[in-house]
């Protein structure tokens, strides 16, 4: 399956399709097909290439970046798609605006920092970079404001903004500073502000050199070219000139792929990965997010054993664990599992360092995590209900909870040899998130054999529901939902099978027959969720895991006469809340009775 995901991927609302070399997708693209092998495309290269030379600056690219474009001149135009395309294939979640439109808070704040380099006659310019202004020219609003400084670091402008806003009677915030960590793969630092009640992060320009014997790169003040091509992305790489309010695209490689819907590196993926690795899953989620096809170079590049090794061993866990839950708040968690299962690198994401749970988990895990979560987000569009309570935190869960499926079973050697759930591992130490994540994907896990029963016996009473809730608690419809998907063909297998796995990879891209059965099996699953749903609604249980217990301790005590607690105490107080369940309109009165008679 990965090797087939490498051949070309393409990522839209129906998740990743393979784009063979001899598609053509443009008049561009027509042309290239036209001219490759004669000698005039050398000409047609050498020109394209002397020309962008001329428009970026003048000089002269570097022999990597020469190089890089060179070979990529005729595949990256294949690779582009047209809006007929797009059309074709039911349109992205974003379209190019080609405007950006700052709102009169940003304005504000924007002005303020133009009168701070007016007022101490500061010889810099400031640009807004990066993912500011791709959200803009895709008409998003953002809340990520990054402004790239050329001969100032970030703290000493920082400080310039303050003595401004001081000497003008405004209020001062302070300034935080994220040193820079080469061995991290964070190459800057870092300046943080709020100016006008809006957070600013406050950075200079990179340059691109890198020492001799190492693949970290030597921080020096760099032009704002220089610091494009050493950006993630492209389409991250573009800046918005606050001097001259216009946006500036210096890898002329930015608007194009973001209008064309492609995740492409400025320079070679290679180069770009190993300069910090993390950006293999920033092009995964950017990818997953937008919709936007990939690059096939990325596979590639992302597949080396150098790159995957430096993933393993330079990114910060902190620094996966906040991309994984972008991946998992983003349009499709599913396409972002078929992008990393497509570049090998979910054993380096999901880590875990118990010998015996990495045996265990082979490359079909890779096909259930991807499986049960495209179910899901079909599950999502079957039934509009859902988005009523799938919250932020709750879409997190729930697909957190999907990926580890295949470790739900499994189990790690943590501190002092003491074995831990290999779920509460993965999220807890290779992931770095909250205790509470991890504790809730455990629990969804936990859960699943109470949702079986309920799903199994839809006419369950009241008291059977009340209890499986109180166990399940307040995410109780997750185990639910991701149990009732277990029906679903390919699900029930102890392996999924290889059609299963394809119609995960790309739905719309799967045989006919396959997608009516598995969206046939959804559609089942769905009304055996809702139904226990509504049986839960109907014996009104929604909160029933926050109901007190009738009597109290000393209640129980005084009608058994006892003189001191002990097992038996609890167990009648558990035995009254059983009743409550049953029988909502039970009195106290009546639990102490019952009691009583023993």
């Known amino acids: 399956m990965r090797n087939a995901l490498l051949r070309g991927m393409r990522l839209g609302r129906g998740g990743l399709s393979f784009t063979p070399r001899r598609r053509m997708s443009s008049r561009a693209s027509r042309l290239t097909s036209f001219v490759v092998g004669h000698a005039r495309y050398r000409r047609y290269a050498r020109t394209t290439l002397a020309t962008r030379d001329r428009v970026i600056g003048g000089g002269r690219m570097s022999e990597e970046r020469e190089e890089f474009d060179r070979g990529r001149c005729a595949k990256t135009m294949r690779f582009a798609r047209t809006s007929a395309t797009r059309a074709r294939r039911g349109g992205d979640d974003v379209g190019y605006e080609g405007e950006v439109r700052c709102t009169a808070k940003e304005t504000e704040v924007f002005e303020t920092l133009?009168?701070?380099?007016?007022?101490?006659?500061?010889?810099?310019?400031?640009?807004?970079?990066?993912?500011?202004?791709?959200d803009k020219l895709v008409g998003r609003e953002s809340d990520d404001i990054d402004v790239a400084l050329d001969t100032m670091l970030g703290k000493e402008f920082a400080e310039k903004v303050n003595?401004?806003?001081?000497a003008n009677g405004m209020?001062?915030?302070?300034?935080?500073?994220?040193?820079?960590?080469?061995?991290?793969?964070?190459?800057?630092?870092?300046?943080?502000?709020?100016?006008?009640?809006?957070?600013l992060d406050l950075v200079n320009l990179r340059s691109e050199n890198y020492s001799e014997d190492s693949r970290i790169p030597d921080m020096e003040f760099g032009t704002a070219k220089d610091d494009a091509f050493r950006r993630d992305l492209t389409i991250n790489s573009l800046f918005y000139n606050l001097n001259e309010k216009k946006v500036e695209?210096?890898?002329?490689?930015?608007?194009?792929?973001?209008?064309?819907?492609?995740?492409?590196?400025p320079l070679p993926p290679r180069t770009t990965f190993l300069d910090d690795p993390l950006r293999i899953l920033r092009a995964v989620r950017f990818a997953a997010r937008f919709g936007f096809d990939v690059d096939e170079e990325i596979g590639a590049s992302a597949s080396d054993p150098d790159v995957q090794n430096a993933l393993k061993h330079k990114v910060s866990r902190e620094r996966f664990g906040k991309?994984?839950?972008?991946?998992?708040?983003?349009?499709?968690p599913a396409d972002a599992v078929a992008l990393m299962v497509a570049f090998k690198i979910t054993p380096i994401v999901f880590q875990v360092p118990t010998q015996s749970v990495v045996d265990a988990v082979t490359e079909t895990a890779d096909r259930l995590s991807l499986y049960s979560t495209r179910c899901i987000e079909r599950a999502i569009k079957e039934v509009a209900s859902i988005e009523s309570w799938l919250d932020e935190e709750h879409k997190i869960w729930l697909f957190l909870a999907s990926w580890l499926l295949p470790y739900r079973a499994l189990e790690s050697i943590g501190a002092k040899g003491k074995k831990v759930p290999a779920v509460s591992d993965i999220v807890s130490n290779a992931l770095k998130l909250r205790s509470k994540d991890?504790?809730?994907?455990?629990?969804?896990?936990?859960?699943?054999?109470?949702?079986?029963?309920?799903?199994?016996?839809?006419?369950?009473?009241?008291?059977?529901?009340?209890?499986?809730?109180?166990?399940?608690?307040?995410?109780?419809?997750?185990?639910?939902?991701l149990e009732s998907l277990t029906r679903v063909p390919g699900m029930r297998d102890s392996e999924v099978p290889q059609w299963a796995a394809d119609y995960a990879v790309n739905p719309d891209s799967a045989p006919a027959d396959v997608r009516e059965r598995v969206e046939a099996g959804v559609r089942m699953a769905v009304d055996d969720f809702e139904a226990v749903e509504r049986r839960i609604t109907e014996f009104n249980l929604n909160a029933c895991w926050e109901q007190k217990p009738p009597?109290?301790?000393?209640?129980?005590?005084?009608?058994?006469?006892?003189?001191?607690?002990?097992?038996?105490?609890?167990?009648?107080?558990?035995?009254?809340?059983?009743?409550?369940?049953?029988?909502?309109?039970?009195?106290?009165?009546?639990?102490i009775e019952r009691i009583k008679q023993g």
């Open 551 to 591: 009597v109290t301790g000393q209640d129980v005590m005084a009608a058994l006469n006892m003189t001191k607690g002990g097992p038996q105490l609890k167990a009648w107080i558990d035995k009254s809340i059983e009743w409550v369940l049953e029988d909502p309109s039970i009195t106290k009165e009546a639990c």
């Open 438 to 481: 991890a504790d809730t994907a455990v629990h969804i896990h936990e859960s699943l054999f109470l949702a079986k029963a309920l799903l199994e016996n839809k006419e369950f009473t009241r008291l059977e529901g009340g209890m499986a809730l109180r166990k399940m608690g307040f995410t109780w419809r997750l185990p639910v939902l």
């Open 249 to 265: 695209d210096f890898t002329e490689r930015g608007i194009q792929d973001l209008r064309d819907g492609i995740v492409r590196t």
């Open 323 to 332: 991309e994984v839950v972008g991946m998992l708040k983003g349009r499709s």
């Open 114 to 134: 133009l009168a701070v380099v007016e007022h101490f006659k500061l010889d810099v310019t400031l640009r807004v970079a990066g993912g500011w202004v791709r």
């Open 171 to 199: 209020e001062t915030k302070g300034i935080g500073v994220i040193q820079s960590n080469p061995e991290q793969s964070k190459h800057l630092e870092t300046a943080t502000m709020r100016v006008r009640d809006v957070w």
């Open 163 to 166: 003595e401004y806003l001081e």
